[in-house]
């Protein structure tokens, strides 16, 4: 059964919200969280800063919308879901990889917003705390799939194995070989993997 089409007005606040999370995307990542004003988002996407408000609930609720679209994004259930068919451990290790070099790709201006942004604000530093939560989640699943497929070294726990995927692939993996290194996301994507292939077995 098809959906009736949406009216003028849904599409308008659509495109409305979309607009407002994409100006505050643009401003917090170029000025900083605390730096940007709602009326400069208001700027930025066309509106009223009352509709900024009303809308995505101020910068409070623009900050939750962005962590939520990164550690909510679909790509993470249909990776799990991935896994699950495979039985080769390199296999489940460059996958692992890809995805996350993918995700840094797509949203790390937000995780860099996130991580800097949280140890001054006890809200963000919740949110934050909130999507550690559920980017690890992820993490310990690959672990586990990787023991049940006999990709772990003799008596290494999942919980050693989830330590160390997260030593590779967690938040600082790509940014420091990438941002602070200057390497490409196909060199530090090759030598996360090696490493962390070495490290588990």
Known sequence: MTEPPRSRRAEY???????????????????????????????EARVAPAT?????GG???LIRTLVDRWSQAPIIAQTLSRQET???PDEILRRTASVVRDM?????????????TAP??????????????RYRDAIEAVAVRLRDVGGLRAGMTVAEATDILWFYFGYSGYFT????????YEQAERWLVAQAAAALR
Do not use: M, P, Q, S
């Open 13 to 43: 606040a659509a495109a409305t919200h979309a607009a407002i999370i994409d100006a505050a995307r643009l401003l917090f990542a170029r000025n900083g969280y605390f730096a940007t004003k709602v009326e400069d988002i208001a700027a």
């Open 52 to 56: 900024v408000y009303a809308v995505t």
């Open 59 to 61: 910068k409070r609720g």
């Open 86 to 88: 495979l039985t080769d």
């Open 104 to 116: 840094r790709e797509t949203y790390g201006d937000i995780v860099r917003l996130i991580l800097t």
């Open 120 to 133: 001054h604000d006890t809200g963000l530093a919740e949110d934050l705390r909130v999507a550690t939560r």
């Open 177 to 184: 070989l990438v941002d602070d290194n200057g390497w490409t």
